[in-house]
């Protein structure tokens, strides 16, 4: 079993900062890909951004230039930094791992519960 742990939402005013965290613990396979989703009330869960082992990176088009994803494999965690935020960036945040457990099996997504974020003045 995986646990995705996120934390850092809450309120903040257009134009600001905002990091989000995430700790991840359980079965995890060295070779996965981690990243950020949301999804906004009515609308599909949207990628945010991702990175898998090698540093490749993956972001959504409306996030480019204003956030960015960091890694750190020694403590299983994942970073997301939120610049320049927007109202439309409103929407609740979910941690994502997309693994493998071994050579044999399907690639699977692990999701954690999610937290929110609110951009409003």
């Known amino acids: 079993q995986v646990d995705l742990v996120e934390s850092g939402g809450g309120l903040v005013q257009p134009g600001g900062s905002l990091t989000l965290s995430c700790d991840a613990s359980?079965?995890?396979?060295?070779?996965?890909?981690m990243g950020w989703y949301r999804q906004a009330p009515g609308k599909q869960r949207d990628l945010v951004a991702t990175?898998?082992?090698?540093?490749?990176?993956e972001y959504g088009d409306s996030v480019k230039g204003r956030f960015t994803i960091f890694r750190d494999d020694d403590k299983n965690t994942i970073s997301l930094r939120m610049n320049n935020v927007k109202p439309e960036d409103t929407a609740v945040y979910y941690c994502?791992?997309?693994?493998?457990?071994?050579?044999?099996?399907?690639?699977?997504?692990?999701w954690g519960q999610g937290t929110h974020v609110s951009v409003s003045s």
């Open positions: 990175k898998n082992i090698h540093g490749d990176t």
């Open positions: 994502n791992l997309r693994q493998r457990l071994n050579p044999f099996a399907p690639i699977r997504d692990y």
């Open positions: 359980g079965t995890i396979n060295r070779i996965n890909t």
